[in-house]
């Protein structure tokens, strides 16, 4: 339930807090005081679109805040808690606010957030009801929901059996449809793939082998210019010895250099370093000239090789045309294709499965939808009497409510057992309209258009009424549900919102005082005008203020003994009708 709603510069009020209380709160006041700003302070709560213009004159902003008491475990606490938010034991807090320019921002447990959450949480929290409020039966799919909910959970939950028969048997058949489809093109893929992959498999490319392969081709390209280049090295590091005038060698150069210094070393410690870094020097030399040696006994001159290393290469480079860019993307490739081989292979069992499983799906949604029909339509005959015992009490007295379930008729639709066709969608197969008689005798119509706004209103609370007991928002509002209702009848609208109160929170707007009477929480905005600026406030009343507020909605003088009399025997009335249901509630 809310506790509390904080107004500020929202259309005329200027500051405004509203305290309220489980059960039945009214709210009133005099035309043009304001009342209907509650209303659209808790529309922006729930997430509704800003208008700029709801922006008091000469301030930057407007701004609404709602205090929500929650259960552990409701899903609006739940939902906020996924968003980040905190709450306090239970205790959310939601804000919107609206800028001059038109801009909105909302923040929900302390948390900034975006307006779609609080229009998320609204559908936990509060069900808006009023003349220009008629979504709820004006949507094809309303009374159908109105009418699931009215048949608890047993029907719900076949509601919901229903539905997810159908997504899968959808889904099935999408699949199978599809794979029956591609038969065609499926074979087509088979052999591509095959030829590809065999022709992949025939070469049996191995990772890194480009890179060797490009290295063994430059090596046999330039075999004699590599092997006259390292004789030659090898020729000035090492003398040939077998050669008519030997050149001397850096071998020889650097043993003829400590030769020099032989004799020398032992009388200078420096000395003896550089002839110790002399001796490396021949070591290294000496083991640089092994390795050319070496290098020259590895380099061969071998075409026949240089032939196979480049057709090899010549190879993979057609691979890498088709397939990837590297053999490593090749290989990739070829572990992809091979999977999806096997799926193509497959197919046809997976085809077979599939018709195997439609038909299993197919009749248990049958079954099933024809069961929620049923269930349905047993439904149908309860909630019409309801709705029509209520609307008695709502001024419609003449009026007669019918919940009608037709099946939907489809050619091409789903055959069921009895040869007919139907249209099926995950809801079932039923269409509903609750139908409205304004008159006995005169034909039943859909209550979108049999009913005036006023009437609408009341359907709505009605409806509320009846399905007080189902699970719902915690907080219901009604603006000017009383709209075209007088006396005897206006009481008994005040009774039935009194009676639904007694499930959950109740807001009520209204400017008729026998509506009010009944309130365990009267809430009245009151205008000031100081000749320049008129601004509006809200106060909670009891006692003898409440006596004058009832008093002056009556059209009386506020402050007269006469309307003051009114006013006590109107909530002595209410407070007998309130005891009066619930001994017949108890007895019954």
Do not use: C
């Amino acid at each position: 339930m809310f506790s509390q709603i904080r107004l500020r510069g929202i259309g005329i009020i200027q500051e405004a807090r509203l305290d309220l209380s489980p059960g039945l709160n009214v709210v009133t006041g005099e035309t043009g005081a304001g009342k209907t700003m509650v209303v659209t302070g808790l529309g922006l709560l729930l997430g509704q679109r800003a208008d700029a213009g709801i922006v008091r004159g000469g301030l930057a902003s407007a701004f609404v805040e709602g205090v929500v008491e929650l259960p552990d475990g409701h899903p609006a606490l739940t939902r906020a808690a996924e968003a980040g938010a905190d709450h306090d034991a239970g205790e959310l807090v939601i804000a919107r606010t609206i800028a001059a320019t038109g801009r909105s921002r909302a923040h929900v447990g302390g948390r900034t957030a975006p307006v779609g959450l609080l229009a998320e949480l609204g559908e936990h929290l509060v069900a808006l009801h009023g003349q220009a409020d008629q979504w709820r039966l004006t949507r094809a799919d309303a009374h159908r929901e109105i009418l699931d909910a009215f048949g608890g959970a047993p029907l719900v939950a076949l509601s919901e059996r229903v539905a997810a028969l159908h997504d899968r048997w959808r889904a099935a058949t999408t699949e199978r449809d599809r794979l029956v489809a591609l038969a065609r093109e499926r074979a087509r893929d088979i052999d591509a793939l095959t030829a590809a992959l065999e022709e992949v498999a025939a070469l049996d490319p191995q990772p890194g082998e480009e890179s060797a392969l490009r290295a063994e081709d430059e090596r046999l390209t330039h075999a004699e210019t590599l092997r006259a280049a390292a004789a030659e090295a090898l020729g000035h590091l090492s003398s040939d010895e077998y050669a008519a005038e030997p050149a001397p060698s850096v071998i020889d150069l650097v043993a003829r250099a400590r030769a020099a210094l032989g004799p020398a070393v032992r009388h200078d410690e420096l000395l003896r370093s550089l002839d110790e870094r002399l001796a490396q020097l021949a070591a290294l030399t000496t083991d640089l000239a092994g390795d050319l040696r070496g290098y020259l006994s590895d380099v061969e001159l071998d075409p026949h090789r240089l032939v196979a290393v480049q057709q090899r290469r010549a190879a993979l480079s057609t691979l890498t045309r088709k397939y990837g860019d590297t053999v490593e993307q090749v290989l990739d490739w070829t572990r992809a294709a091979a999977a999806r081989l096997d799926d193509l292979a497959t197919a046809d069992d997976r085809v077979a499965h599939l018709t195997e499983q439609t038909r299993t799906l197919r009749s248990e949604l049958v079954d099933a939808t024809l069961r929620l029909s049923g269930k349905r339509r047993q439904a149908a005959a309860g909630l019409g009497v309801r709705l029509g015992d209520e609307l008695h009490h709502l001024a419609m007295r003449r009026a007669e409510v019918v919940v009608a379930v037709t099946t939907r008729a489809d050619p091409d639709g789903l055959e069921l057992p009895s040869g007919e066709r139907v249209r099926l969608s995950r809801h079932g197969i039923d269409a509903v309209d609750i139908l409205l008689a304004a008159n006995p005798g005169a034909p039943a119509r859909s209550i979108t258009k049999a009913a005036s706004g006023g009437e609408l209103a009341r359907v709505m609370l009605a409806i509320e009424v009846v399905g007080a007991g189902a699970t719902g928002p915690p907080t219901f509002v009604f603006d000017e549900v009383d709209a075209g209702v007088g006396g005897r009848a206006a009481l008994d609208v005040g009774a039935r919102l009194a009676r639904l109160a007694e499930q959950a929170q109740v807001i009520v707007v209204t400017h008729l005082a026998q509506v009010a009477a009944f309130a365990d929480r009267h809430l009245v905005v009151r205008k000031d005008d100081d000749g320049a600026i008129t601004t509006s406030s809200i106060v909670s009343v009891a006692g003898d203020e409440r006596l004058a507020e009832l008093s002056r909605m009556m059209g009386g003088d506020s402050e007269s003994d006469a309307g003051l009399a009114h006013a006590r025997d109107l909530l002595a009335q209410t407070a007998a009708m309130r005891s009066g249901s619930a001994k017949v509630r108890r007895v019954g």
